[in-house]
């Protein structure tokens, strides 16, 4: 095996920078998009943005708009209340997908206005003893209530029987399909909203949203969206989208690209004219929930209130508590309710009557557990749409390496390409030179020199995603006592490149978690902040007057190593523990990769073996893995070795790919 061993490797820097370039970097990169993400100052102009900004979160998020899909409700059970009753059911939010949920009726003559529920991070989803009490609150007051568990949670988990948390990398796995967790929701709401137009006891012109945390952020989207809702109330939700970068946000709050076209503000105006109140708590102690934050957008989007004639549906309220939806907030939400879709009151806090959560056995849809297949998973989702697409790509019959090569650098979203501004030379250590490039934006690339003793133009480049130190030294003595040049990099976020703030904020998450979530906030990738690092150590390389480049990367950093390939001239590819394909393999394992591995939409513009086909080097691939982790089979890589070769003779191309499987 090619482990990495205890790694007695110099340290670059000799004292640590004390500058968090990557957390700073990304920042200012917020800070500029929220100074520039400007909104319309009349209502003309407003109204033309209003569109675009709708049709780019459709488009960005994955939204699946089906509003004249059957809704196929079917009720598994209920629970009878004193003056409602509660109703365990199902429906279809996309084509053959459907929704775990509780519908709330009041008892009376209809129509009642009616509010959908969005919950957040908390255990048993729409059941929990919160979102139960908002519930319970709304339908005592004479509203239908309905309550979703949001998309992998509560019983649409990938064991009923287990809770999960659906962000992380199983969420995150949703934008390989071209999907996010946050598009899926809102489908699921938007539908919800379906349900609740199509039901008797419901009056379509009076209906609401609320939510709490994430579930406030579904709130806030779905308003965004659907003007069928009159009024919204997210709660501890409102902040800053410069705000998520480099925070503790979950991938449900992830819009792919989003600060490159909007900010939260411009979300907050798409509500107008139509009511909206916000809801913070004053110690709140997420950064991104903080009034401050909250503030922020609301002054911002009040203009756009204004100009709509709706400068009375905008308010927000604080409140002397964490976060949560409190007793206090509820009253506060009540009454807005009341006002806005009852015609009552004037929008101030209403007295609410009793709650009594009920246990959540007694309202689930399965309750032993027996679900229909329609009750898709993120596993099962991203396992069906991704064979799918991979279907698709084989029907290409006109193959283009430029037009292939063309789609992948806007798929992989490149960032500006790095300009050396010196280099600094930190003297030698048992044969290493310690080196950084240092850019013009002021990014430190730290690397080692090893120098043949012999003149040679050949040089073996190392990287790995947990940093120099994670590389194996029997590659590493290798390639010395053959007497080759030999450069070990950090690359962004790694090793001596790494950032201390971003590893402190994802705690138990998996590595590259903040990373990751921020860059596709910023429309960028981890894989196009590696492909950067490569460029600019290939592009030095070349200056140096190395002809003959062999880049011998792990795991995630493989992938980016070949992207790289597929568009320059590197001479051999060795990739250690690569994965072999992005198509979903199975729940367990799904962290065996870290978070820099996803790429919005890869499966849609083709595969690994399509990156493999492209690339001018000799491939090889040594213990080739699944998304999951298991090595690739003997069968299997029959499997993709004929892909290739498919590829290759449409692109006119040799085949120079191995896998090497039991190779040690």
Known sequence: MLNAQENMLPKVFEDKPKVDFIASHYRLLATSAFRNLTVANNKADWLKQKEAIKKDIVTYSGVHLSQTLPLEMKETGH??????????????????????????????????????????????????????????????AGYVALTIDAWGAGERCTDIREQEYHGANLG?????????????????????????????EVDPT???????????????????????????????????????????????????????????????????????????????TNPSFVPSEMLKSYERAKPLFSIMGAENKLTY????????????????????????????????????????????????TYPNGDRDLNIETTASFCQSAGLLMHDQVFKQNDLSIDKKRADLSLLISQVEKRKVKEIRQLGMEDGWQKKILVTEEGQSIP???????????????????????????????????????????????????????????????PDFHTLSRSSIWLGRTVMAEWFADINVIYDWLEQQGYTRVEL?????????????????????LNLYDAPYSYQFDQRAGIDFFNMAIHLPNVLQWGDISLMAALSSSKVCFYRPRSMSGRLLSRERAKVLHNEIEFFTKQLHKPIKVEFLINDN
Not at 564 to 570: D, G, M
Request: proline share 4%; hydrophobic share 45%; charged share 20%.
């Open 172 to 200: 995150a796995s949703l934008l390989n399909v071209g999907q996010s967790l946050l598009g899926m929701q809102l489908t699921d709401n938007i539908r919800g909203i379906d349900l609740l137009c199509s039901l008797p």
């Open 552 to 572: 011998n990367a792990y795991k995630e950093a493989a992938v980016a190593a070949l992207l790289f390939s597929a568009s320059n001239n590197i001479e051999v």
């Open 447 to 509: 690397f080692l020199w090893h120098p043949a003793a012999a003149e040679d133009k050949r040089c073996r480049v190392f990287f790995h995603p947990g940093g120099k130190d994670s590389i194996s030294t029997e590659l590493i003595d290798h390639a010395i006592k053959k007497d080759e040049n030999v450069l070990l990099v950090d690359l962004w976020g790694t090793g001596e490149q790494s950032s201390a703030e971003a590893r402190a904020i994802d705690g138990q998450l």
């Open 317 to 364: 309220e604080t409140f002397d508590t964490g976060h949560g939806y409190w007793p206090l907030m509820r009253e506060a939400m009540l009454g807005w309710f009341n006002l806005q879709l009852k015609g009552k009151g004037d929008g101030k806090a209403s007295a609410t009557a009793e709650v009594s959560p009920l246990d959540a056995a007694r309202l689930a």
């Open 79 to 140: 629970v009878q209340q004193n003056g409602y009753i509660i109703k365990n059911i199902k429906f279809q939010t996309r084509p053959n997908v459907s929704a775990t949920a509780n519908l709330y009726l009041p008892e009376g003559k209809g129509p009642f206005p009616a509010v959908i529920i969005t919950h957040g991070h908390w255990p048993d989803a729409r059941r929990s003893d919160l979102f139960q009490s908002v519930a319970q609150v709304l339908v005592q």
């Open 206 to 284: 009076n209906i609401g949203a609320t939510g709490a945390s994430g579930g406030g952020n579904q709130t806030m989207w779905l308003a965004a969206l659907d003007e069928r809702v009159k009024a919204a109330v997210p709660v501890v939700s409102v902040g800053t989208f410069q705000s998520y970068i480099m925070n503790s946000n979950c991938v449900c709050e992830l819009l792919p690209k989003g600060l490159t076209f909007t900010e939260e503000a411009a979300v907050l105006g798409l509500v107008a004219p139509r009511a909206l109140k916000i809801l913070s708590a004053d110690k709140d």
